[in-house]
């Protein structure tokens, strides 16, 4: 499990505006935002024996960005950050591209 902390470090990285959850002022992509969605975990004799946070990174873009996508992809694997894609959609009403990765 990854500290908060140490991902806004990593995720910073990429020279774009992160922040957990949400801006406090309106924000152009791209950008990301990251929250801890929920947890899975594993439990053991009726308790909790390990808490597994499911933490979405949700990158915006203004067009397809291959190359940001490639580079933030290639910063979970540098960081040992197993990621998956967990939805790709266009938000029409906000004109910009959603990826969420889910690590």
Do not use: C, G
Request: proline letters at 2%.
């Amino acid at each position: 499990m990854i500290d908060l902390e140490d991902l806004y470090d990593i995720l910073s990285d990429l020279k774009i505006p992160v922040a957990y959850d949400h801006f406090n002022k309106e924000t152009e992509a791209p950008y990301i935002v990251y929250r801890v969605d929920h947890t899975e975990n594993f439990f053991a004799e009726n308790k909790t024996y390990k808490k597994n946070e499911v933490i979405y990174v949700e990158l915006y873009t203004i067009k397809k960005d291959v190359e940001l996508e490639v580079n933030l992809e290639a910063l979970f694997d540098e960081n040992d950050i197993a990621w998956e894609i967990e939805s790709q959609d266009y938000i029409d009403t906000e004109k910009v591209y959603q990826i969420i990765y889910r690590i």
